[in-house]
């Protein structure tokens, strides 16, 4: 018992250790898709994730991760499993306004169940990035930007030996796309 009291205290210990880079900017920023919210007044993207994690590795420098999830377990239903990591640089930094650049690179995983067919994507996404931010703690962001994804569709439907089909697909994403962000 002793020993996962100690160890409990040192995991919090450095989570919450330096918990900013110098007392006033936060090193940690979590944000979700305001559409997860209020669907009908923003939009949703096939590029964006449910869950996003930013990391301040120094005041213009940012590591990045995101990840999506989703079962439908109804007849017709589906599974969808995505993550991505990143990293962002800081071009202009004011007060309530930061601008910036990055890039995320991005695997998705689809499967639907009343068809039986398999689906994997891996990508690349470019971006500019604008936060807004309402307080020390909270802000609003928008990340528009150029994908390129890679998709792999598997039948297992089909008894012929040519069950796979693949294309590239690319495009603007994100565009409109809010998130509502955490600084911790």
């Known amino acids: 018992m002793r020993i996962l009291y100690i160890y409990i205290v040192l995991i919090c210990s450095i989570s919450f250790a330096q918990t900013s880079l110098d007392n006033t900017i936060p090193k940690h920023q979590i944000g979700i898709g305001i559409s997860k919210f209020v669907n009908s007044a923003f939009t949703s993207d096939k590029n964006a994730y449910s869950i996003n994690y930013r990391y301040a590795l120094t005041e ?44 995320d690179v991005m695997t998705n995983y689809n499967n639907y169940k009343n068809i039986n067919k398999n689906q994997y ?27 390129v994804r890679h998709n792999i569709v598997v039948d297992h439907a089909t008894f012929s030996n040519d ?9 603007l994403g994100k565009l409109g796309y809010v998130n509502l962000n955490f600084h911790f």
């Open 60 to 103: 213009k420098i940012h590591v990045r991760g995101g990840a999506l999830y989703e079962n439908d377990d109804s007849e017709g239903g589906f599974t969808d499993f995505g993550i991505k990591l990143g990293a962002d640089k800081i071009i202009k930094n004011y007060t309530k306004w930061h601008f910036y650049y990055g890039i």
């Open 121 to 147: 994507m891996l990508g690349i996404m470019p971006f500019l990035g604008i936060q807004f931010n309402l307080s020390q703690n909270f802000s609003f962001t928008v990340e528009p930007g150029f994908y």
């Open 163 to 171: 069950n796979r089909n693949s294309w590239t697909e690319s495009g």
